[in-house]
């Protein structure tokens, strides 16, 4: 009988096993080079989605938001933060641009609307499907929410300069700088994209058949309201004109599929 229930298992766990890799297959091998498969987008962008207890969106910072506290919570930060998201919270690093999804802009419109309660529950739980692990074990109560204080002051900075190096970016690589900040600046968390992404916002997977200018794009990044009135679009106060002009030329690249 034990003979028995042994080989019953063992044929259980191998099922399991092939079950698995065909999946992984299926996915898109086990190879984290791969470009990550439809499936492994979608549970990514709705990862970043994240659906915070509503217990937790009501707890207040305790920590008085003094220089003192501020200055240890960067310390904090970027003992273990700046890795992936930089060590002025825009992710620009190598190691967080490779991640899928990308590691987010901590300064972008889409971090700053999170409030601190919000900002203390990602930090201490993580989001699955994304590199981003929870930190509960790692930092104390207190260290988390002097970390969503060091967040909040990276945000009071305003767009970064623009550096020589993106001056120079060939066509193709604009594009894939753009590609990018769609993602970094979770612009996919409102606007679906190829179908993938939110509905809150219009469709922009054939943008550029829209007939508008790089000019109003740009214009519209800046002050949404005034290019379409009641617009719930927040400003994109975060990124520099030369960024604007990647994601510009991005979105104007998008055309319907002939």
């Given at each position: 009988?034990?003979q028995?229930i ?5 044929y ?5 096993l092939?079950?698995g890799?065909?999946a992984a ?28 207890p509503?217990?937790?969106?009501i707890?207040h ?30 992710s620009?690093?190598?190691y ?12 972008s419109?889409?971090?700053?609307k ?9 930090v201490?739980n ?15 109560e ?23 190096a ?5 066509p ?19 606007h679906?994209?190829?179908g ?11 943008e ?26 927040p ?21 319907k599929?002939?």
């Open positions: 009988m034990t028995h042994r080989r019953v298992t063992s259980i766990v191998a099922g399991l092939c079950a890799g065909l297959f299926l996915m898109g091998g086990f190879s984290a080079n791969a470009r990550p498969s439809r499936a492994e987008e979608r549970f990514a962008n709705l990862a970043k989605e994240v659906v915070i509503f217990e937790a969106q707890r910072n305790p920590i008085a938001a003094n220089e003192q506290a501020r200055q240890a919570g960067l310390e904090i930060y970027q003992r273990s933060c700046s890795t992936c998201h930089g060590e002025d919270g825009r620009q690093g190598a967080g641009r490779s991640m899928y999804p990308p590691a987010m802009d901590l300064t419109p889409h971090v700053r999170w409030s601190d309660a919000e900002l203390f529950w990602i201490e993580g989001v699955r499907f994304t590199g981003m692990p929870g930190w509960h074990e790692m930092l104390d207190e260290s988390t929410w002097r970390v969503v204080l060091a967040i909040r002051q990276l945000q009071q900075a305003g767009p970064k300069q623009t550096a020589a993106s001056l120079a970016l060939t193709e690589q604009r594009l894939r700088e753009g590609a990018l900040m769609f993602r970094q600046e979770n612009c996919v968390g409102c679906k994209l190829n993938e992404g939110g509905g809150v916002g219009p469709d922009l997977t054939i550029g058949d829209r007939g508008r200018t790089n000019q109003w794009l740009t214009g519209h990044f800046k002050n949404p309201p005034a290019y379409v009135p009641g617009s719930l679009m400003a994109t106060i975060n990124l520099n004109d030369d960024q604007l002009q990647a994601l510009t030329d991005f979105l104007q690249a998008q055309h599929k002939k």
